[in-house]
């Protein structure tokens, strides 16, 4: 069945086959307030969510506002999230985020796309895990290198930036969609439709799916 972008009944059972292979379909990342979910975040860029949940057991104990990121001193906090990788961007993001949010916003991670995107080191991303995962709302679609990848090879998109393929996204799916689409994407990149070897034979998308890009095709 060939797929377009501009196809929404072509998304609609997209979101169906998924909902039911992953009806529960969760943020990886731990964190118990908006604050450590925007930290966590900003951490899980190039690394595993795994990894992130390792550094973040300690470093939750140690930061538990703002203000305590901001206070901190930042080659002392690099060593903390070294091995998340590009600490050094990482934690001029995270402390400069920090300072921001211990100023004007009292300490309070803002529920607001606009306010959340003029933070350091927030884009889109960010601000969408952040607005649908700790406030429920659907601002938009996250789009890291899963549902990027995923988008494309299903045909829901044709971009590579992923302002665009979000665009494209939040064209062709139901609103009260978009938190959950996101969460089930990432699973299914991470268990079945792999960057290099992806399992098309057990995937839930199988019989649908154009494979855009797939094996040459």
Same mark, same amino acid.
């Given at each position: 069945?060939? !797929?377009?972008?501009? $196809? ?5 059972? /997209? /979101? ?5 292979? @992953?009806?529960? %379909?969760?943020?990886?990342?731990? @964190? ?9 975040? *900003? ?9 992130? $949940? ?8 140690? @930061?538990?506002? %703002?203000?305590? @990121? ?10 903390? +999230?070294?091995?998340?990788? &590009? &600490? =050094? ?13 211990? #100023? ?6 803002? %529920? ?9 080191? /927030?884009?889109?991303?960010?601000? =969408?895990? /952040?607005? #649908? ?16 990848? +995923? !988008? ?12 665009? *393929? ?13 938190? %959950? ?19 098309? !034979? ?5 019989? *649908? ?9």
């Amino acid at each position: 069945m060939p !797929a377009k972008s501009d $196809n929404p009944k072509f998304a609609a059972e /997209v /979101v169906k086959r998924l909902r039911k292979h @992953y009806p529960d %379909a969760t943020c990886a990342l731990r @964190y118990s307030s908006p604050l450590e979910l925007l930290v966590a975040t *900003i951490l899980s860029a190039q690394c595993t969510d795994r990894r992130v $949940n390792l550094v973040t057991q300690e470093l939750f104990r140690k @930061y538990r506002t %703002a203000a305590d @990121y901001a206070a901190a001193d930042p080659e002392q906090f690099k060593r903390e +999230i070294q091995s998340t990788g &590009f &600490f =050094n961007s990482k934690t001029k993001s995270i402390l400069g985020c920090c300072a921001a949010l211990a #100023g004007p916003h009292g300490g309070a991670v803002p %529920a607001d796309m606009d306010e959340l995107v003029k933070l350091p080191g /927030v884009g889109r991303k960010t601000a =969408n895990v /952040v607005l #649908g995962t700790a406030y429920g709302i659907a601002a938009g679609v996250v789009v890291d290198t899963h549902v990027a990848r +995923i !988008a494309r090879r299903l045909g829901l998109t044709r971009q590579k930036d992923a302002a665009k *393929i979000e665009h494209d996204l939040m064209a062709q799916l139901p609103k009260r969609e978009w938190i %959950a689409f996101s969460h089930r994407v990432i699973h299914h990149g991470r268990r079945v439709c792999a960057a290099r070897k992806p399992q098309c !034979a057990a995937c839930p998308l199988g019989e *649908i799916c154009p494979r855009i890009g797939v094996g040459g095709s």
